[in-house]
């Protein structure tokens, strides 16, 4: 059988020690600070990013180019493997269409070889959650049009549910509406939001304090998770929240295994400090 590449992007959210494990190489999405140069996502530490925006810094991404995903996938076609892309949402970024015109481009040169590009619509660990479904799939010994299918299938199950602090982050980079951002500015008052079918972010709710707002979240995991379901919690600087919630996981619901890690730069450039999202597999998005 010929050897399956997996390619994601940056994010995903997922450590690389991880993406290493699973054998997936990651396309780094540009991340500016302020009007210092652009750095890869992987080159910026989380905690030194999230300290800036607190103190004022506003932070900038630039989506990955055609041309540098047409150089990667040509190495790995090249090489003598199938290619599967995951992409982060084209509802929230113009990456997954430079890669899918990249794997249209190439296809040509190489009519023995198969490339797939997904578009995952999930974005952080929700699309980290699919790409280690896909990573659990490939070692399973699945074909390329059966992995391939198994995640186009699944990705509309991956449920993200999350709270900000400031919905203001997600208003300047177009993410949410002004009307939306502005109910979210009342003191006291947090969001619910989602993503939807259409891989954009959309407020559900709004409940008063924190807590509330974790409590909700672990009530849409009550109503709607599949048992048995991986179950991911990404953070924008906020670890103590990310522990709470797993700790109300594990004592409401039995849930044992919870992989938590930080919001990277790419996506807490436009979610913000205190940014909280909780991602398993349900019965809708």
């Given at each position: 059988?010929?050897?399956?590449?997996?390619i994601t992007?940056s994010?995903?959210?997922?450590?690389v020690?991880?993406?290493?494990?699973?054998?997936?190489?990651?396309?780094?999405l540009?991340?500016?600070?302020?009007n210092?140069e652009?750095?890869?996502?992987?080159?910026?530490?989380?905690?030194?990013?999230?300290?800036?925006?607190r103190?004022?810094s506003?932070?900038?991404t630039?989506a990955i180019?055609?041309?540098?995903?047409?150089?990667?996938?040509?190495?790995?076609?090249?090489?003598g493997?199938?290619?599967?892309?995951i992409?982060?949402?084209s509802?929230?970024?113009t990456?997954?269409n430079?890669?899918?015109?990249?794997a249209?481009?190439l296809?040509?040169d190489?009519?023995?070889?198969?490339?797939?590009?997904?578009?995952?619509?999930?974005?952080?660990?929700g699309?980290g959650?699919?790409?280690?479904?896909?990573v659990?799939?490939?070692d399973s010994?699945?074909?390329?049009?059966?992995?391939g299918?198994?995640?186009?299938?699944?990705?509309m199950?991956i449920?993200h549910?999350f709270?900000v602090?400031?919905?203001?982050?997600?208003?300047?980079?177009?993410r949410?509406?002004?009307?939306?951002?502005?109910?979210g500015?009342v003191?006291?008052?947090?969001?619910?939001m989602?993503?939807?079918?259409?891989?954009?972010?959309?407020?559900?709710?709004?409940?008063?304090?924190?807590?509330?707002?974790?409590?909700?979240?672990?009530?849409r995991?009550?109503?709607?998770?599949?048992?048995?379901?991986?179950?991911?919690?990404?953070?924008?600087?906020?670890?103590?929240d990310?522990?709470?919630?797993?700790?109300?996981l594990?004592?409401?619901?039995?849930?044992?295994?919870i992989?938590?890690?930080?919001?990277?730069?790419?996506?807490?450039?436009?979610s913000?400090?205190g940014?909280?999202?909780?991602?398993?597999?349900?019965?809708?998005?």
């Amino acid at each position: 059988m010929t050897p399956i590449s997996i390619i994601t992007d940056s994010s995903c959210d997922v450590a690389v020690e991880l993406t290493n494990k699973w054998n997936v190489y990651v396309v780094q999405l540009d991340v500016m600070l302020d009007n210092d140069e652009p750095k890869l996502n992987c080159d910026v530490d989380n905690k030194e990013f999230y300290d800036a925006m607190r103190k004022g810094s506003s932070a900038k991404t630039s989506a990955i180019n055609t041309e540098s995903f047409r150089r990667i996938f040509d190495r790995e076609l090249a090489a003598g493997r199938d290619v599967l892309y995951i992409g982060f949402s084209s509802g929230l970024s113009t990456t997954y269409n430079s890669a899918r015109v990249a794997a249209e481009e190439l296809q040509a040169d190489y009519p023995e070889r198969k490339i797939r590009t997904i578009d995952s619509l999930c974005a952080s660990l929700g699309q980290g959650m699919l790409l280690k479904l896909a990573v659990d799939k490939r070692d399973s010994g699945a074909s390329f049009e059966e992995l391939g299918d198994y995640i186009e299938n699944t990705k509309m199950s991956i449920a993200h549910w999350f709270t900000v602090d400031d919905l203001q982050y997600l208003r300047r980079g177009g993410r949410v509406a002004a009307s939306v951002a502005l109910i979210g500015g009342v003191p006291g008052i947090k969001p619910v939001m989602h993503m939807d079918n259409a891989g954009k972010l959309t407020k559900v709710s709004q409940v008063r304090g924190r807590k509330a707002s974790l409590t909700a979240i672990v009530e849409r995991f009550k109503e709607t998770a599949v048992a048995p379901s991986p179950v991911f919690i990404s953070h924008g600087d906020c670890e103590d929240d990310a522990k709470l919630l797993a700790s109300m996981l594990k004592s409401e619901c039995g849930i044992k295994d919870i992989y938590i890690n930080y919001v990277g730069p790419v996506i807490g450039a436009h979610s913000g400090p205190g940014t909280l999202a909780l991602f398993f597999l349900g019965k809708e998005r």
